[in-house]
């Protein structure tokens, strides 16, 4: 059994390292330094190395093709922690210690909203490869903070597109007790009741603590309150416990239409093994096999010969992140904060999940949300395969920028 635990790559607030990935061709010029900011310690911490995975991968094939602007690139990396404070703490010090040209990371939608409205000071691009919450391309916005990775609304729409297309009419929810959570149940019950007005949502819920060991409770609490539908906004290790106590208690055995907003988070996956069950439907920003294009069969390709394991939803943003800032210098011709957040705005690129556009006027990406229905393990990989997968155009589940509360 694979433990859920950040290994070999992990990197501490206190010890970290510059990762130089150069290929032995550097010029004599200072490298281009990226900060990396996720969460390096506790349970979360997978989703940490992972996106170092993807950030290194993508870091090695630049600097053998002759890096960014003819300088190598390198990444100083920093533990979130899991807190706003000592994420802002991390980005200051990434700053104006080490002399980063651009930002990237952040695991926790907490963390987004604290540390977001302090990035201008920073004049330094922010790309948020994880976090969710959609204030921070709504109404916590500014023109330094930018994200390729799909937030709260996208896919909660996407996952009320599939619930409205269900049985089920009476639907809960369980979630950590802070933005993410909250929020996940909000946007999902208000699509849902606008697009099939006749379903309940329940009074009773379940927002455990995050980071909470015993679930028991919750659990127990939702099948007394006999829901038909329940929508799943918990992550990470905490998703890995759920689960393995949900199904202890037969909780998967009630004929309920799950569905869990990050259940194919091949971090969560990997860790479960078979003890994720069969039929039940799960999301993720990113799945490996859901997109047939030149860049991402190289992607998967190389991350597969790299680390031995299918890439996760925040590998892959972290990876495409990377590119991004590798086309925005090239365009501004200038590693300058300024110029290369302005030449972000509207910005077109081509990741493994296909096309992907920063909007002017939020600076979200237009991505594509996954959903499909937990099938068989792979044969090669250890992992449940998706079946009946939906990959929803990224344009249709967002909302209009007028109704995100961006002004930029």
């Not at 996720?38 to 053998?64: C, D, H, K, M, P």
Request: aromatic share 10%; glycine share 10%.
């Amino acid at each position: 059994m694979k433990q859920f635990s950040a290994k070999n790559l992990l990197v501490s607030a206190a010890t970290a390292t510059t990762l130089a990935l150069g290929a032995g061709n550097a010029t004599a010029e200072d490298p281009i330094r990226l900060g990396g900011i996720y969460i390096l310690s506790g349970s979360a911490a997978t989703y940490g190395e992972f996106a170092q995975r993807g950030i290194n991968l993508a870091v090695e094939e630049i600097n053998a093709s002759g890096g960014i602007l003819g300088r190598q690139v390198e990444v100083i990396y920093e533990d979130s922690q899991g807190k706003a404070a000592t994420a802002i703490q991390a980005a200051r010090k990434l700053v104006y210690q080490d002399d980063v040209d651009a930002l990237v990371g952040l695991d926790s939608s907490g963390v987004a909203q604290g540390m977001v409205p302090t990035v201008p000071e920073l004049q330094k691009p922010l790309i948020i490869t994880h976090a969710a919450t959609p204030d921070v391309t709504g109404s916590l916005c500014n023109e330094f903070t930018y994200r390729i990775s799909v937030n709260v609304a996208q896919n909660q729409k996407a996952a009320a597109m599939i619930a409205s297309e269900l049985d089920a009419t009476r639907w809960t929810t369980i979630g950590p007790d802070y933005a993410f959570g909250h929020q996940t149940w909000e946007y999902f019950g208000n699509y849902l009741k606008e697009m099939k007005p006749e379903v309940e949502l329940m009074e009773y819920t379940a927002f455990p603590r995050f980071g909470a060991e015993d679930f028991t409770p919750f659990i127990n609490g939702v099948m007394d309150a006999e829901p038909e539908g329940i929508i799943i906004s918990t992550w990470g290790g905490d998703l890995v416990n759920f689960i393995r106590q949900a199904n202890n208690l037969g909780f998967f055995e009630q004929g309920y239409e799950v569905m869990f907003t990050v259940g194919a988070a091949t971090e969560v996956l990997d860790a479960l093994g078979d003890q994720m069950p069969e039929g039940v439907w799960l999301s993720t920003r990113y799945w490996y096999d859901a997109y047939d294009n030149d860049i991402n069969r190289a992607f998967v390709k190389a991350y597969l010969d790299k680390y031995g394991s299918a890439p996760s939803y925040n590998a892959e943003g972290a990876y495409a992140a990377v590119y991004a800032y590798k086309q925005a210098m090239e365009a501004a011709g200038t590693t300058d904060g300024p110029a290369v957040a302005s030449a972000l705005s509207g910005m077109t690129m081509d990741a493994p999940n296909g096309q992907v556009t920063f909007r002017k006027g939020d600076n979200q990406a237009m991505v594509s949300p996954n959903w499909g229905v937990s099938g068989p393990m792979h044969p090669e990989h250890g992992i449940r395969t998706l079946t009946n997968v939906r990959v929803f155009d990224g344009e249709q589940v967002a909302r209009p920028v007028s109704e995100t509360g961006c002004s930029l």
